[in-house]
């Protein structure tokens, strides 16, 4: 029957429509999905303004870090501090990265990175600064400008050390490089340093409280409503981590090793003259304001800003933070 006949025809021909979306579709995963591989390789870049995460083996550790940029444009390597991880850089990365090929790795026992136990890895500044070092290298990474703060000053300054040619510039937020800056805040710790005795380690254990890991993000803020708490619960939530906080206190100790670098290292300020851009929030008790001054007495290009906030200035100052790196580095590094 004609009707028959022309269902037939239908039916044939949803058969071939079918087909086509089925390929065309099938064509759209396929190209999703490659996307989505590239972007967790090490070859491909985020799009612009997005980051990618990713993890990296250094010495058989599994190093996470936050990438973003073009790898052709000059590197910006970011350096975490104490307690936190690169996720203190999360809003400065995007801005960054409109201009710049951005890393900020996770120290291991930190962020994202593997947590190797004490006695299978040494958990000083010395080894943190090589472990940075050939995790520059691994990423192909000849020259870049450092952003260095708190734990990350020491350890990019040991890396600057190494070999002084490959740092384009200094981005300088409350970290330290001249005994100015250690005062009263560092009165138990450096008790420590000097008897190395548990009772002086167990006091330190008050650092390592929730309590403490709030105290250093608000205080010195203007507005400390301001700051999100998510950023003091997710330090903690690492921090307390069965082992974390031994491994912290051993950092404590091993902070010492790092003032004896200090005239080294500003040995090599003079002689080498990285330009350098000093952010540094003003109310800081951990790195107050006088650790700030001296490195204008060591390096001649250095622009200087004091900023009405704490310790984790750029949490409530990123944006005006990166404007100030996108000037700079605009300036001073091609």
Not at 14 to 25: E, P, Q
Not at 32 to 53: I, L, N, Y
Not at 65 to 82: C, I, K, M, W
Not at 312 to 323: N, P, W, Y
């Amino acid at each position: 029957m004609p009707w028959n006949n022309n269902l037939k025809s239908f039916k044939d021909a949803l058969r071939v429509v079918a087909g086509v979306w089925i390929v065309a579709i099938g064509a759209l995963f396929w190209a999703a999905g490659d996307v989505a591989a590239q972007g967790t390789g090490s070859a491909a870049h985020a799009p612009t303004g997005q980051v990618a995460h990713r993890t990296i083996e250094i010495d058989d550790v599994n190093v996470f870090y936050r990438e973003a940029g073009d790898p052709s444009r000059p590197t910006v390597l970011l350096l975490h501090g104490f307690p936190t991880s690169s996720q203190m850089f999360r809003n400065l990365i995007p801005a960054l990265s409109k201009k710049y090929h951005v890393l900020a790795p996770d120290y291991p026992g930190y962020g994202a990175s593997d947590m190797p136990a004490r006695d299978v890895f040494d958990y000083t500044f010395a080894n943190y600064a090589d472990i940075v070092e050939k995790f520059v290298d691994a990423k192909g990474v000849d020259r870049f400008a450092v952003y260095l703060m708190d734990y990350g000053a020491p350890i990019g300054f040991r890396v600057f050390a190494g070999n002084p040619e490959r740092v384009t510039a200094f981005i300088i937020q409350n970290g330290n490089a001249y005994e100015e800056g250690l005062v009263k805040f560092w009165d138990p710790i450096k008790a420590y340093w000097k008897s190395g005795a548990d009772s002086e380690r167990n006091a330190l254990r008050q650092f390592l409280t929730i309590e403490a890991t709030e105290w250093q993000y608000t205080h010195g803020q203007p507005v400390p409503a301001l700051i999100s708490p998510d950023t003091w619960h997710t330090d903690q939530y690492l921090l307390d981590r069965p082992g974390n906080k031994e491994i912290q206190l051993d950092l404590f100790y091993d902070y010492r090793t790092n003032v004896d670098e200090y005239a080294g290292w500003q040995k090599l300020f003079r002689k080498h003259q990285p330009p350098a851009l000093i952010v540094w929030g003003k109310n800081d008790f951990i790195f107050p304001e006088a650790g700030a001054h001296p490195y204008k007495r060591d390096l001649k290009n250095v622009e200087f800003h004091l900023l009405d906030g704490g310790h984790f200035v750029l949490e409530s100052h990123s944006g005006l933070i990166a404007q100030e790196i996108l000037d700079f580095l605009a300036r001073e590094v091609r």
